[in-house]
């Protein structure tokens, strides 16, 4: 695992454009799988500007989500595929027919998360998995307890969690109670991965996730035997990290 320290949350975003984007530079036509919510909204819009100013080409690149929730209709504006048309889809190259997100009004969801992974695999697998990490350590939306060895599933959400969505809704009870989203083993066979963690709130998730034991109580511990597994953290999230490993700005163990 390698870790990142930035600055603040700009610092992050940045230091995050760079890994991606050098992985599209790299392999044009790199399969990236992609992550909501609040924390990749400034890796997306530093993504936009390197194809407005340097003209970054997305043409080749395919794109798979982690997740939707379920019962929502892509045109909600609620909805996970929304988000990345309005964050990222829209607004640079890439061909829509090459951008995937699960399928949350599937009247089949065990089918659905079947043909998910089969696209996937027919793509050719991951080569760069995008992460963020819940407060209780959840990555896609793999809650605790998970089992590690799941693949596109629907979940259901923890009272956490939809604590957490709540603040992208009107009311806490708008969120939905479940999702569909890549499983931790989905995650695990990406080539590279790259989490970012920004905020005070996150500290005790990066903690667990880099320091603590690897256990299904903190789906993001996993990372530590991915093969080519990155953390980026600001300053806020790596509060709870050691201080020994914070005096340089990156650090590999």
Same mark, same amino acid.
């Not at 995050?16 to 044009?28: C, E, N």
């Not at 089992?147 to 809704?169: C, G, Q, S, Y």
């Given at each position: 695992?390698?870790?990142?320290?930035?600055?603040?949350?700009?610092?992050?975003? =940045?230091?995050?454009?760079?890994?991606?984007?050098?992985?599209?530079?790299?392999?044009?036509?790199?399969?990236?799988?992609?992550?909501?919510?609040?924390?990749?909204?400034?890796?997306?819009?530093?993504?936009?500007?390197?194809?407005?100013?340097?003209?970054?080409?997305?043409?080749?690149?395919?794109?798979?989500?982690?997740?939707?929730?379920? $019962?929502?209709?892509?045109?909600?504006?609620?909805?996970?595929?929304?988000?990345?048309?309005?964050?990222?889809?829209? %607004?640079?190259?890439?061909?829509?027919?090459? =951008?995937?997100?699960?399928?949350?009004?599937?009247?089949?969801?065990?089918?659905?998360?079947?043909?998910?992974?089969?696209?996937?695999? @027919?793509?050719?697998?991951?080569?760069?998995?995008?992460?963020?990490?819940?407060?209780?350590?959840?990555? $896609?939306?793999?809650?605790?307890?998970?089992?590690?060895?799941?693949?596109?599933?629907?979940?259901?959400?923890?009272?956490?969690?939809?604590?957490?969505?709540?603040?992208?809704?009107?009311?806490?009870?708008?969120?939905?109670?479940?999702?569909?989203?890549?499983?931790?083993?989905?995650?695990?066979?990406?080539?590279?991965?790259?989490?970012?963690?920004?905020?005070?709130?996150?500290?005790?998730?990066?903690?667990?996730? @880099? =320091?603590?034991?690897?256990?299904?109580? @903190?789906?993001?511990?996993?990372?530590?035997?991915?093969?080519?597994?990155?953390?980026?953290?600001?300053?806020?999230?790596?509060? %709870?990290?050691?201080?020994?490993?914070?005096?340089?700005?990156?650090?590999?163990?």
């Amino acid at each position: 695992m390698r870790l990142i320290f930035a600055e603040d949350y700009e610092d992050m975003s =940045c230091e995050a454009a760079k890994i991606v984007s050098g992985q599209i530079y790299l392999k044009p036509q790199s399969v990236l799988g992609l992550a909501t919510g609040s924390t990749p909204v400034g890796l997306y819009d530093r993504l936009v500007q390197l194809y407005q100013t340097v003209g970054l080409d997305f043409s080749g690149v395919t794109t798979f989500n982690l997740d939707e929730y379920v $019962g929502m209709s892509s045109e909600n504006p609620e909805s996970y595929h929304y988000f990345m048309k309005k964050h990222l889809f829209s %607004r640079v190259n890439l061909r829509p027919d090459h =951008c995937f997100v699960p399928n949350g009004m599937a009247e089949d969801l065990e089918e659905e998360g079947r043909r998910y992974d089969a696209m996937i695999e @027919a793509a050719g697998g991951i080569d760069l998995q995008v992460l963020g990490i819940g407060r209780n350590a959840h990555i $896609g939306f793999n809650e605790p307890d998970i089992k590690f060895e799941a693949m596109t599933h629907e979940v259901r959400l923890d009272d956490e969690t939809i604590r957490a969505n709540a603040r992208f809704f009107a009311r806490e009870e708008d969120v939905p109670r479940y999702a569909i989203s890549m499983g931790i083993r989905n995650i695990m066979l990406a080539r590279r991965v790259l989490l970012l963690a920004s905020g005070p709130e996150k500290a005790e998730a990066v903690y667990a996730a @880099a =320091c603590g034991s690897v256990s299904p109580k @903190a789906p993001a511990s996993i990372l530590q035997l991915h093969r080519d597994a990155t953390i980026i953290v600001d300053a806020a999230a790596a509060a %709870r990290l050691p201080e020994a490993w914070k005096e340089k700005r990156f650090y590999n163990f």
